[in-house]
């Protein structure tokens, strides 16, 4: 296969798995318990399968492939975080489902994204790849690496959990300290107003840009210019909020009273290091949980993952 034939190759390999990203997403966000981290999931997934798609590794699907290392890429995630629980352990008979079961899956799609934590991984990468996803039992022993009784077995015990926490809802209420409360005040404050050269004054000299899912930038010269296409844009502002828990900027667009996207800031000190907008991955937006400061410094909710 000569050069351009390998190039053409490739372009059609980034392509699909460009397309895949938001159904990848529902996936990884599920498993993580946060459409943010989700995301985070759903990059390391994919700089994988880049660096192991150029060193020649075969395979016969794609999407199926792609999957196989998200499942591997969440699993060493909540390794990571959790220090684990155990994946898998001895099954009884009886804990069998029935993969037909059309109001389990009707019901676990529409589900947000905490209630999944209380799933064991196994349990939660079962319901989500059959229930949120649409894969079939086989298709799914092919990505978690296991058979299909074992499957059907998680895939009881996780319906069951999930069933029993309809309408639970534990989660704390975010909050902010006063110093993050007035970083992201000032931050929203000066961009409402138009003021970019203030914010620009805000970054850090190694500051980092990331339009996720678009590109990075690195610099502050290279990441001032990010402000330059807000100044002919209209009917937007910023608001300060939390998206699944964490502090956020929360933007507004065409008069919208609802979010249409967030920004993640990173500080050392009183500089901005890192800017994460996901206005190029809508899909994150749309499966956060976002809750907006009001003006006397309460909370509402804006959205609710999907």
Not at 36 to 64: C, H, N, P, R
Not at 146 to 161: D, Q
Not at 168 to 193: G, I, K, T, W
Not at 211 to 226: D, E, H, I, N, T
């Amino acid at each position: 296969m000569n050069q351009p034939q390998i190039d053409r190759k490739r372009e059609a390999f980034e392509e699909v798995a460009r397309a895949l990203r938001p159904k990848l997403h529902r996936y990884c966000a599920r498993m993580a318990g946060s459409s943010i981290d989700g995301e985070d999931i759903v990059q390391e997934t994919l700089l994988k399968a880049m660096q192991a798609y150029g060193d020649g590794l075969a395979f016969d699907s794609t999407e199926a492939w792609l999957f196989r290392i998200a499942h591997n890429t969440a699993l060493d995630f909540l390794r990571k975080r959790i220090r684990l629980e155990a994946l898998a352990g001895a099954v009884p008979d009886a804990d069998i489902a029935d993969p037909t079961d059309e109001v389990a899956r009707r019901e676990n799609a529409a589900i947000g994204l905490r209630p999944f934590m209380k799933l064991s991984p196994a349990e939660r990468s079962s319901v989500i790849l059959m229930d949120v996803i649409g894969y079939s039992l086989r298709e799914i022993g092919d990505i978690m690496g296991t058979t299909v009784p074992a499957i059907k077995a998680s895939l009881h015990r996780g319906r069951t959990r999930l069933t029993a926490l309809q309408g639970a809802d534990d989660a704390e209420e975010p909050s902010l300290n006063d110093e993050e409360q007035a970083r992201l005040a000032r931050y929203v404050a000066l961009f409402n107003a138009r003021d970019f050269d203030a914010v620009r004054d805000m970054l850090a000299e190694d500051a980092r840009l990331d339009l996720v899912a678009r590109q990075s930038l690195v610099g502050k010269p290279f990441v001032g210019k990010y402000f330059t296409k807000y100044c002919a844009r209209d009917g937007w502002r910023l608001a300060v909020g939390h998206v699944d828990g964490r502090p956020a900027v929360l933007s507004h667009e065409n008069n919208s009273p609802t979010p249409n996207n967030f920004i993640l800031l990173e500080w050392r000190g009183g500089q901005i290091v890192r800017i994460r907008d996901f206005y190029f991955a809508p899909y994150v937006t749309e499966a956060a949980d976002i809750a907006e400061r009001d003006g006397k410094g309460g909370l509402r909710t804006a959205t609710k993952g999907e």
